[in-house]
């Protein structure tokens, strides 16, 4: 079967999206195929997949065949159509603007790089130049180039056998993981060692065969006109060195020796060898090669390290320095800085630390206001592999679990044993602070392979979230069940998106009964839940009354609110302006709210994302909101924001 589709995986088909849809696609048995512009490759090879340069918003052809091709059809379609289904994993943070470093004042001494993760550094060169890995030349005789095709394959599955182990060791759903696992890809990429066997089979020894396949799929990355693309040429390189590497039984450098607060100079590091580099210990990179999207540059940003790459043979001034200072927000870097620049950096350096230690001061606080209401500054998960950063950053609870993710990220629709694993996680990860779950929450905008999405004019006004899944009850019970029985392990509320009726609430309940007497029946363990509504429609603002007298408590989505009180798409661009959440008539349908569940004695949340809006948040709290649920990374600031209010009320 064929069909077309637009993409619309942000930053198209490369790297990490790639070994993502490869990895969907090597799921099924089916052959796949990706037609763009009258190329067509197996939608099986990454290296393939990224040669073929899919950008967000083009226009591609897939062809499935074999016995599970409606399946595989369903699935690929939905990724490549659905704009978040790379989601589940940490959003990769942005590069810093670059716009900085070209008004940068010129220091002596100093060299321009790639912006490449903001933040100043300072501290003693730690060099990293291991030697470069020349052919082996050697002469394989007819009879052994089958025995060195095995070899090959062996250093191979050694080397992917060691990217696997530092896979099991990372925080599961990392950006370190998932780049790991596109270097995977690579080093087992059918193209790849294809070339490489055929070049043994001409007689060369299989260090010299993976040299050269490397090199000449590199590139090919590097003609194309897309720092994306030039990237991965880096990473080709990176995992071959590992392969050739392994053949001849050679380790690199170590870099574990690397010392307390040392700048990491180097020409080029892979990512896989940063990966597993003491990152804690390093204050600053300096790389001769690389850019803002390389996958040293997402690794540096990810752990806070300020980095400037792209230093082309000026990293030799650095690979014989004493000391380096580094300004990544502005890809300025000093070698051997004088007393000066030396003061300079320090003080910058004490600043920027002043500034995340009274942060931190907030990490175990827990706000209570003037009159001595106590509010909660929750975190907004889409995964498990979010939940260390939660709670790293003293979240207390979870005020929103978007479950579709979960679903979206899965082949078919997740079972109610899955699911229940995830909620008992959840639950325990937290316990005895709350959990607030979600209840399946798509529609044909974020459709899911499993379920069949009709074709909508206007799919943010149709059949979605707690609409769809009345109507699925095959789809929605085992998530309530699964619900039910993880309440044993912590403490989960759940709420239901999208509401518009009292019906919808009450129809809920019902089904939420017939699970508990099924799980009676069956003999198995479960608790109930409270069960609250999301306030995100007009309709629910109007009728917040009757939803408070018959729920326990209310969770405003403002993404929704907003989108539908204005009637602006939260997606289109061209209504931006409209979708504001500060304007009058959306912050009178968030006072009715407040009111409405202030006098049913329900607590009242916002989870959307103005809840982390610190100019908004007091009057927030002015209107009786008792609970604040944003992304991690908000969480401090918000403590900080409450305590501010808080202190202003006091005097
Ligand atoms: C919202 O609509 O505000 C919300 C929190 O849900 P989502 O952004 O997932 O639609
Ligand atoms: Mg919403």
Same mark, same amino acid.
């Given at each position: ?397 979870? +005020? ?223 209107? +009786? ?27």
């Amino acid at each position: 079967m064929e069909r077309s589709a637009i993409v619309r995986v942000k930053e198209g088909l490369h790297a990490r999206p790639a070994a993502r849809f490869v990895k969907l696609a090597r799921a099924f048995q089916s052959d796949v195929e990706i037609a763009k512009g009258g190329k067509t490759v197996s939608a099986k090879s990454s290296v393939k997949l990224m040669l073929l340069t899919v950008k967000e918003g083009d226009e591609v052809t897939l062809k499935v065949r074999g016995p599970d091709e409606t399946e595989a059809m369903g699935m690929l379609m939905a990724y490549l159509e659905n704009p978040q289904a790379g989601l589940g994993e940490e959003p990769e943070q942005q590069p810093p603007s670059t716009a900085a470093a070209d008004e940068a004042p010129h220091r002596p001494g100093g060299h321009k790089g790639a912006a490449a993760s903001a933040g100043a550094a300072l501290g003693a060169v730690f060099p990293y130049f291991p030697p470069t890995l020349e052919p082996v030349d050697a002469d394989i005789l007819p009879a052994e180039r089958e025995a060195e095709k095995a070899r090959l394959r062996t250093a191979i599955a050694a080397v992917t056998g060691r990217m696997e182990s530092m896979i099991a060791a990372a925080a599961p759903g990392s950006a370190d993981a998932e780049i790991v696992k596109a270097l995977i890809e690579l080093a087992g990429d059918e193209d790849l060692i294809a070339r490489a066997e055929e070049t043994i089979g001409r007689g060369l020894d299989a260090v010299s065969a993976m040299l050269a396949a490397g090199e000449a799929l590199a590139v090919e990355f590097e003609r194309l006109d897309d720092p994306y693309m030039k990237a991965r040429a880096e990473d080709l390189h990176a995992v071959t060195r590992q392969i050739c590497l392994a053949l001849t039984e050679k380790e690199d450098v170590d870099l574990s020796g690397v010392p307390e607060g040392a700048i990491l100079v180097a020409e080029d590091i892979g990512a896989f060898e940063l990966a597993r580099a003491p990152l804690n210990r390093i204050a600053g990179i300096l790389c001769g090669q690389g850019g803002a999207t390389s996958h040293v540059a997402i690794i540096a940003r990810n752990h806070g390290i300020p980095a400037v790459l792209g230093l082309g043979s000026a990293i030799e001034a650095f690979r014989t320095a004493r000391r380096a200072a580094l300004d990544g927000g502005r890809g300025l870097a000093f070698a051997d800085p004088d007393q000066t620049l030396e003061r300079d950096f320090a003080a910058r350096i004490a600043r920027q630390e002043e500034e995340r230690q009274a942060l931190t001061a907030y990490v175990d606080h827990k706000p209570v206001l003037a009159d001595g209401r106590a509010i909660t500054i929750a975190a907004n998960l889409g995964s498990l592999s979010e939940i260390d950063n939660a709670r790293a950053v003293g979240a207390m609870g979870v +005020g929103l679990f978007r479950t579709e993710l979960m679903f979206m990220a899965h082949p078919m629709l997740p079972s109610e044993e899955e699911q229940y694993q995830t909620y008992a996680a959840l639950a325990a990860a937290f316990a005895p602070q709350d959990v607030i779950v979600r209840t399946l929450d798509i529609g044909g905008d974020k459709p899911v392979a499993g379920i069949d999405f009709p074709e909508e004019e206007n799919p943010f006004l149709g059949w979605r979230g707690i609409r769809m899944c009345l109507d699925r009850p095959a789809v929605f019970k085992p998530q309530l069940r699964a619900l039910l029985r993880a309440n044993h392990e912590g403490n989960l509320k759940v709420m239901l998106p999208m509401v518009s009726t009292l019906d919808e609430l009450r129809r809920t309940r019902t089904l939420i009964e017939e699970c508990e007497a099924e799980l009676e029946r069956e003999g198995k363990a479960f608790r109930r839940f409270a069960l609250g509504v999301m306030i995100e429609t007009p309709a629910a603002v109007l009728i917040a009354p009757e939803l408070a007298a018959e729920s326990a408590f209310f969770s405003i989505g403002t993404n929704d609110l907003t989108q539908y009180i204005m009637a602006a798409d939260r997606l289109n661009m061209s209504v931006a302006a409209l979708g504001d959440v500060s304007s009058p008539a959306v912050m009178r349908a968030i006072e009715l709210t407040a009111k409405a569940g202030v006098e049913a004695g329900i607590m009242v949340g916002i989870c959307g994302e103005a809840a982390a809006d610190t100019t908004l948040i007091p009057r927030f709290l002015e209107m +009786g909101i008792g609970e604040l649920s944003m992304s991690p990374a908000a969480v401090l600031a918000a403590k900080k924001a409450v305590a501010e209010y808080t202190a202003r009320a006091e005097v």
